[in-house]
Nanobody
Framework: QVQLVESGGGLVQTGGSLRLSCAASGRSFSSNHMGWFRQAPGKEREFVAVISRSGLFTHYADSVKGRFTISRDDAKNTVYLQMNSLKPEDTAVYYC?????????????????WGQGTQVTVSS
């Protein structure tokens, strides 16, 4: 399995931006679809964005569409989440995850490897 480590979280004001990074090691990174999920206090972990193993296909949750951008750099074994126009409701722990097989998915049950998460807090 691939090992994942997120970074880049922090405290930002409403309207600000952050870029999250997820560094992968272990199993071949380029063979995985990669996703970002988030979990706010008292809520279930929810899908944010996913990028195909080729990098040609991306999909976003409606709540972040037009504000967040997922990308990957296979040479660096890293996936990114650029977050712009942040809102207080974006406050959560953000997790990256690797989907090893199958068609690209937005279901967390289809992702087999998870990072430890990075906290994003957006102040109003």
């Amino acid at each position: 399995q691939v090992q994942l480590v997120e970074s880049g979280g922090g405290l930002v004001q409403t309207g600000g931006s952050l870029r999250l990074s997820c560094a992968a090691s272990g199993r071949s990174f380029s063979s995985n679809h990669m996703g970002w999920f988030r979990q706010a206090p008292g809520k279930e972990r929810e899908f944010v964005a996913v990028i195909s193993r080729s990098g040609l296909f991306t999909h976003y949750a409606d709540s972040v569409k037009g504000r967040f951008t997922i990308s990957r750099d296979d040479a660096k074994n890293t996936v990114y989440l650029q977050m712009n126009s942040l809102k207080p409701e974006d406050t959560a722990v953000y997790y990256c995850a690797a989907q090893i097989s199958g068609t690209i998915s937005t279901m967390k049950s289809d992702f087999g490897s998870w990072g430890q998460g990075t906290q994003v807090t957006v102040s109003s």
